[in-house]
């Protein structure tokens, strides 16, 4: 029985020192997972800021060119109302020549 109490005590020396290994590999692993974990949350916290700023670009993009679409528009109107305007002082200058010069001429003789 001496015999297989030594062999006992041996493998439960061994299994003591594979059990001590294997806490050690355990915990080490955890602070590994942990470590990867942390790295893996910046990574979609990253990646969601990225999406969020993409997506307020491509939103300033299309409101950049609906501004100048409109400022294209108010220009090519200014240009109109100034056109019109201009037409109406040539228009009413030409009715004011004729209509004026007639009168004092019958005056003058």
Same mark, same amino acid.
Request: hydrophobic share 40%; charged share 25%.
């Given at each position: 029985?001496?015999?297989?109490?030594?062999?006992?005590?041996?493998? =439960?020396?061994?299994? &003591?020192?594979? !059990?001590? &290994?294997?806490?050690? +590999?355990?915990?080490?692993?955890?602070?590994?997972?942990?470590? =990867? +974990?942390?790295?893996?949350?910046?990574?979609?916290?990253?990646?969601?800021?990225?999406?969020?700023? +993409?997506?307020?670009?491509?939103? /300033?993009?299309? +409101?950049?060119?609906?501004?100048? !679409? !409109? %400022?294209?528009?108010?220009?090519?109107?200014?240009?109109? %109302?100034?056109?019109? =305007? #201009?037409? /109406? =002082?040539?228009?009413?200058?030409?009715?004011? #020549?004729?209509?004026?010069?007639? @009168?004092? !001429?019958?005056? @003058?003789?």
């Amino acid at each position: 029985m001496c015999s297989s109490d030594l062999a006992l005590e041996e493998e =439960v020396d061994l299994l &003591k020192e594979s !059990n001590a &290994k294997l806490t050690i +590999e355990t915990s080490k692993s955890q602070a590994e997972k942990e470590y =990867v +974990e942390g790295i893996y949350k910046d990574a979609l916290a990253l990646k969601d800021t990225n999406q969020n700023l +993409e997506s307020q670009i491509l939103r /300033l993009k299309a +409101e950049i060119q609906l501004l100048q !679409n !409109n %400022n294209t528009y108010d220009q090519d109107s200014s240009a109109r %109302n100034w056109f019109i =305007v #201009g037409a /109406l =002082v040539l228009f009413f200058g030409f009715i004011i #020549g004729f209509v004026f010069p007639k @009168r004092t !001429n019958q005056r @003058r003789y």
